[in-house]
Every structure is written in C-alpha cells, then in structure tokens.
C-alpha cells in the first residue's frame, strides 16, 4: 500500500508544483495537505485513516505553544526542516515540490529564514484557522 500512494503522489508533483504558483494558503493547503489533515485541518482528512500515526489536529497549535502561533517552527514541518513521522516514513516534504517566489520568516532571535512564498503561505492560512 505504502508504494501505491508514493506513486500516486509521484504523479501529482507536475499538476500540483503548478498550483503552488499564485495560489493562496487556503488552496495549496487543500492540494497538499487535507487529504490527510482534512478540509478543516482537524486531522480527519480521507487518508488519514491509512496513517501508522495519529494525523494532528492542526487547529490547536496555538494553545499548544502558551497562545502564540509557532510559525516558524510550522514553516520548518511544511518545508521539510524538521522531520515528521507518517506513514511509517518521513512525511513527504511537500515545501520541496513547491516553487516560485522565496519569502524569509524571522526566528523569535531575529535570524531570518528562507522558505518559499507558498510554505509560508499556508503557515499564514493554518494560523487563521487557531481555536
């Protein structure tokens, strides 16, 4: 099963890579990534069930960090900076397939970091949607 929905997301890269370029947060979230998050980022995307971990709630991230949203820290997950377990293998670094403009985020010391525009996009998306 794991090697059927590798090659199925293979065979988005080009359409999706596509979508990346002037689409907002919200639409690159929806390609990406709620097929396992879901629509509403509550972890209970359609694929989620097929995970050998538990999808997060991405809603409560905020409360999680004291209500502060970690953006950078969800910039780094989004961009494959920081490994995340799923599926029995690292999540798929999706921030690597999306293209276009490069954006920079600062750290809470004031060091800059480069992402693209699309990855920080969607952490700006993920961030409207805290409880």
Same mark, same amino acid.
């Given at each position: #099963?794991?090697?059927?929905? +590798? ?5 988005? %890269? ?13 639409? %690159?979230? #929806? ?41 950078? =820290?969800?910039?780094?997950? %989004? *961009?494959?900076?920081?490994? #995340?377990?799923?599926?029995? *293998?690292? #999540?798929? +670094?999706?921030?690597?397939?999306? =293209? ?12 800059? %970091? ?18």
């Amino acid at each position: #099963m794991r090697h059927l929905l +590798v090659l199925s997301l293979a065979a988005l %890269i080009p359409a999706t890579a596509a979508l990346a370029q002037g689409a907002s947060g919200q639409e %690159i979230y #929806m390609e990406y990534c709620a097929g396992c998050h879901g629509e509403t980022a509550k972890g209970d995307g359609p694929l989620a069930a097929l995970m050998s971990v538990a999808v997060p709630d991405l809603t409560g991230l905020s409360r999680q960090y004291g209500g502060v949203f970690p953006l950078v =820290s969800v910039v780094r997950q %989004i *961009d494959g900076r920081v490994e #995340m377990r799923g599926h029995g *293998d690292p #999540m798929p +670094v999706f921030g690597a397939l999306l =293209s276009g403009e490069s954006a920079v985020v600062d750290t809470a010391a004031g060091d800059p %970091i480069v992402t693209k525009a699309a990855v920080l996009a969607v952490a700006d998306y993920l961030e409207g949607l805290q409880r």
